[in-house]
């Protein structure tokens, strides 16, 4: 017990300590995180892909993989399917943002609008998006709005409980004061809780981007001729593995560029008054 | 603007069905341009009866006259200054100053008014700083120059300095003085503290019990600016003091 205790007393010294560091230590711990990463696909790539009748995907170990990359990254034909996919991802969360914005402030404000809609949209929001599919492809004459829509109806749902539930969270202080100063319901959304959810609303917008990029790949497998599913499907008929490897690094890495700059946003522009009053 | 309460009782229902009755048989009037002190401990329903006041809540049974006319809501004539400053954090100090006036629309030389009001309060040169940057007691400069602004008739105020060193509040309270001397408009102060209650008020009405009831209404016919070390402002508080116990003792309260 007591050298538990010891322990702990150490190692919350030690945290203190690395919160000083800099920001190289953290960059040097992430890269040392990505090393090891890379070394476990690479042994436990190397052990499974020398079992006999494997061989045949030596493709998807590091080195082919990379070589891959760098081919991919000079090849217009993935650029452009980047772009297509980017374009869907943006349009689509665009759509549900314009949507759920003032859904989640009036929810978030009223309450009893919350209670008459909270069921519904806890229910629709466990929909997995993709058992959506056959029904939009039913109901839309083309695979681009069809894709449109699942992104939508994927990231419609955490935007407007998000945003509902900063609203909430409001300073009371604030609303209080400005029905005293005299401010209608309508005054009182626009100047006191849309500013005040706005870091809420950036959050919002973090897991849709990170919920419409995992629902892209699949929604793409839809038949439809551009974007990073259409290629990695691509890539499996014509038995490029090393190709099909590399298309999923790439997924990977261009979301994290996206969560990355919509972090940045949010630190950049460090929205004080979370704990401010 | 004179306010009339008359059989006021204010009470809460808590979950499970039970009722909590924390204010009853309030009985009061007050005359424009008073400073009414409301005295009493914690939890007896000060910042209650402010509510009421300010709309913010309604009485369960009588009502409360504002020049006869009953209160339906909260009211830009009926300003109201938080325990905390409440400051909106992302307008500047000139910014939140005027908030009240354009939600009102009230935008008349505005930006005179505003510089006028900063100067007031004393905050010339920081009008365009962001609350965040302010200390506490800046903080409060501007919220009270934010509630004054649309001249209001009636002016409350709940706890407001509580949370400040001495010096700082030393000096709030002698420019509150000064500031309700030449606006004329009448306070009600909430506090729990009876030096601060004899140095500000024209009448000091004392809650206790449960449910709260006023337990006695004091007269303070000193002349401002009263100084805690006077001989007078002694007097009167001793004799307040007594005149306390007293009341207590007759209402079984102690």
Not at chain 1, 219 to 225: C, M, P, R, V
Not at chain 1, 243 to 254: D, K, P, S
Not at chain 2, 102 to 127: N, P, W
Request: aromatic share 12%; with cysteine; net charge neutral.
């Amino acid at each position: 017990m007591k050298s538990l205790m010891k322990y702990c007393v150490k190692y919350s010294k030690d945290i203190e300590i690395s919160k000083e560091k800099t920001m190289t230590y953290q960059i040097g711990y992430a890269a040392c995180g990505t090393a090891l990463l890379i070394l476990i696909w690479f042994l436990g790539g190397s052990y499974l892909f020398s079992q006999p009748g494997y061989e045949q995907f030596n493709g998807f170990l590091p080195i082919p993989t990379l070589k891959a990359l760098f081919k991919l990254i000079v090849d217009i034909g993935f650029w452009s399917s980047v772009y297509a996919s980017i374009k869907r991802v943006t349009l689509g969360i665009m759509i549900a943002f314009v949507l759920g914005l003032p859904f989640g402030l009036l929810t978030g404000f009223y309450k009893r609008l919350n209670l008459l809609t909270h069921t519904s949209v806890q229910f629709l929001r466990m929909i997995s998006p993709i058992s959506w599919m056959p029904i939009a492809l039913l109901v839309f004459d083309s695979f681009e709005s069809a894709i449109c829509f699942l992104i939508t109806i994927a990231t419609i749902w955490p935007i407007i409980l998000t945003i509902a539930n900063g609203v909430s969270r409001v300073n009371v202080q604030w609303i209080k004061m400005a029905q005293n100063q005299g401010a209608n319901d309508f005054q009182l959304l626009l100047f006191i809780i849309l500013p005040a959810s706005i870091p809420y609303i950036l959050n919002s917008l973090r897991l849709a981007v990170g919920i419409a990029w995992i629902i892209l790949v699949p929604a793409e497998f839809l038949g439809i001729s551009s974007g990073l599913g259409y290629i990695i499907n691509d890539a499996r008929d014509t038995m490029e593995y090393d190709r099909l490897m590399a298309i999923v690094i790439a997924i990977g890495i261009i979301g994290f560029i996206l969560d990355g700059v919509i972090q940045l946003v949010q630190l950049s522009l460090n929205w004080i008054w979370i704990e401010w009053d | 603007m004179t306010i009339h309460m008359k059989d006021v009782s204010k009470r809460y229902t808590l979950p499970k069905g039970k009722e909590l009755l924390v204010l009853e048989g309030i009985d009061l009037e007050i005359r424009h341009g008073d400073f009414v002190i409301i005295l009493g401990q914690s939890g007896c329903g000060k910042s209650t009866l402010l509510n009421l006041l300010a709309g913010f809540q309604f009485p369960s049974t009588g009502n409360i006259l504002i020049n006869n006319k009953p209160i339906c809501g909260p009211d830009p004539s009926i300003a109201f200054l938080f325990q905390r400053p409440s400051l909106l954090p992302w307008l500047t100090v000139e910014e939140n100053v005027a908030f009240g006036c354009k939600i009102r629309g009230d935008t008349h030389k505005l930006a005179y008014r505003v510089t006028q009001f900063i100067e007031m309060v004393g905050l010339s040169g920081f009008e365009k700083v962001h609350p965040p940057k302010l200390s506490v007691g800046m903080a409060y400069r501007v919220s009270l120059a934010r509630a004054l602004i649309g001249h209001p008739q009636i002016f409350l105020l709940d706890e407001p300095l509580v949370s400040l060193d001495t010096f700082m509040r030393n000096r709030l309270q002698e420019e509150l003085i000064n500031i309700w001397l030449s606006e004329y408009f009448t306070a009600i102060f909430v506090t729990h503290d009876i030096d601060e209650a004899v140095l500000l008020g024209t009448k000091v009405v004392v809650l206790g019990g449960r449910p709260s009831r006023i337990r006695g209404i004091f007269d303070i016919q000193l002349p401002y600016p009263r100084k805690p070390t006077d001989e007078s402002f002694f007097h009167t508080r001793t004799s307040l003091l007594k005149e306390l116990k007293a009341s207590f003792i007759e209402n079984h309260f102690i």
